[in-house]
């Protein structure tokens, strides 16, 4: 099946960029990972207490487990009742995420040099919804930033990442520079946690290479909880949006309001995702284009993965037009425009 170059396409889409894992693992193969669970236990950092969480729940969100641990120590606090166990187990869940993520997360050195051609790629968009959790983005939109010299990228944390701003549409209008692309995680990012006095923050550094310790200081030091969504199937990564101001209000504000185009580089489209598709493929989206990794597939493999694509997107959208890209080609993400 022929694959666009984006060049070729690109003056089509310059409303909504959606971005999947497979945007990651084209930047470093650690994000290739199977799940965070799966590498905790891989690490021998899950307990037996807290695979009997996990299976209790049904689940593998970490963030959810923790949270119902606290909740659970906490009440028998409250009632007087003696219960080193649970906190044990929060204790350790919380280890075994902090370690997960140090030991799987690729530092910022190894992709720095991609952050140019990412920042270039998503400037020209009017805003990017990332669904990964991973800290690439939003080092790419400060690089952009300090490129471009000013606010050009906003992820719409205000009065010093303070709070998110509910009311972001003003923020659309540039400010200083030429443009502007707002930034939103719609299930949420390493940067964002829940804190149990403080409610939902966002944390920051001043210098990118240290915002990852920042991040796992703040993990460590406090009550805060993670908040990302990485894992689970649709409805339970509904649930967990539904329990955080910052994510119901990307999912039930930004993403409503998305486009007449979206661009999609890395996301499979897939069964475990299908509550972002019903929003990707709203009725007033009249263009989508998917990318296409080439490597290890034949034409024939090709042919079904556009296919099975079109037809899930054709059960919520009938009328917008489809086509695909090339991943790999000059322009899209971290691909260069030019060979130099």
């Not at 989508?288 to 296919?307: F, K, M, N």
């Amino acid at each position: 099946m022929p694959l666009a170059d984006w060049l070729d396409i690109e003056d089509r889409y310059d409303d909504t960029l959606l971005l999947g894992n497979g945007a990651s693992i084209a930047l470093d193969a650690c994000f290739s990972y199977r799940s965070l669970l799966e590498n905790a236990r891989h690490e021998g950092l899950v307990t037996a207490d807290l695979d009997t969480v996990f299976t209790h729940f049904s689940t593998t969100d970490f963030e959810h487990v923790m949270r119902m641990l606290w909740y659970s120590f906490n009440v028998n606090q409250a009632l007087a009742i003696a219960d080193l166990r649970t906190r044990d187990a929060y204790v350790a869940l919380r280890r075994a995420l902090i370690e997960t993520v140090r030991r799987y997360h690729a530092p910022f050195a190894t992709i720095r040099h991609h952050l140019d051609p990412i920042q270039q790629f998503m400037g020209r968009f009017d805003k990017v919804l990332s669904l990964n959790y991973d800290l690439t983005v939003y080092w790419a939109m400060m690089e952009g930033n300090e490129i471009r010299g000013g606010g050009w990228f906003k992820d719409c944390w205000v009065a010093g990442d303070a709070h998110f701003e509910s009311d972001w549409e003003f923020l659309e209008t540039p400010y200083g520079v030429a443009g502007a692309t707002l930034v939103f995680f719609p299930h949420g990012n390493l940067l964002f946690a829940s804190h149990p006095q403080r409610g939902e923050i966002k944390i920051s550094a001043g210098a990118a290479p240290s915002l990852l310790d920042r991040i796992v200081d703040e993990w460590e030091e406090t009550d805060a909880l993670p908040m990302f969504v990485s894992e689970g199937e649709s409805a339970q990564k509904e649930n967990a949006i539904a329990r955080h101001g910052y994510l119901g209000a990307v999912y039930n504000d930004v993403m409503t309001g998305i486009g007449p185009s979206v661009a999609i580089y890395g996301w499979g489209v897939g069964e475990n995702d299908e509550h972002i598709l019903k929003r990707i493929a709203a009725r007033r989206v009249n263009r989508i284009a998917v990318s296409v990794l080439r490597a290890g597939q034949t034409e024939h493999d090709i042919e079904l993965h556009c296919q099975t694509i079109t037809l899930r997107v054709r059960r919520y959208n009938s009328q917008a037009a489809i086509e695909f890209f090339d991943a790999v080609s000059p322009g899209a993400w971290l691909h260069p425009r030019a060979v130099v």
